[in-house]
């Protein structure tokens, strides 16, 4: 009688250990999972970041900055009349934040 409790405790102890198993692969996955979503989804910037211009990357500042000036660049040599050169410069000026926005989105 104590042979066979015996050998059916260890039966019942080898298919504890199995779904341990199971269920360790089974949580080692949903954590793989999970980190590897968490490395890929966007997270928002933290707005209080104690920098200036906290909205936008430098990437993106430069780029806008390098095409701000290459616009101004052309202005500057193909339009001969000043009035004329002032007057798209301000035009530039006006238009540039509403163009930054729609280029790069409005990220909160």
């Known amino acids: ?19 341990r198993a199971v269920r360790a692969r089974r949580v080692a996955r949903r954590q793989r999972r999970r980190t590897l979503l968490r490395r890929l989804t966007p997270r928002l910037p933290d707005r209080r970041t104690g920098r200036m211009f906290a909205r936008r990357s430098r990437s993106q500042r430069a780029g806008v900055a390098v095409l701000s000036i290459t616009v101004l660049g052309a202005i500057w040599f193909l339009v001969d009349d000043l009035g004329l ?3 798209l410069i301000m035009l530039l000026l006006l238009v540039l934040p509403a163009v930054v926005v729609l280029a790069f989105g409005r990220r909160i």
């Not at 009688?1 to 779904?19: D, F, I, L, T």
Request: glycine residues 4%; charged residues 55%.
């Open 1 to 19: 009688m104590s042979k066979e409790r015996a050998r059916r405790r260890a039966v019942r102890e080898a298919e504890a250990e199995k779904a």
């Open 85 to 87: 050169r002032l007057g």
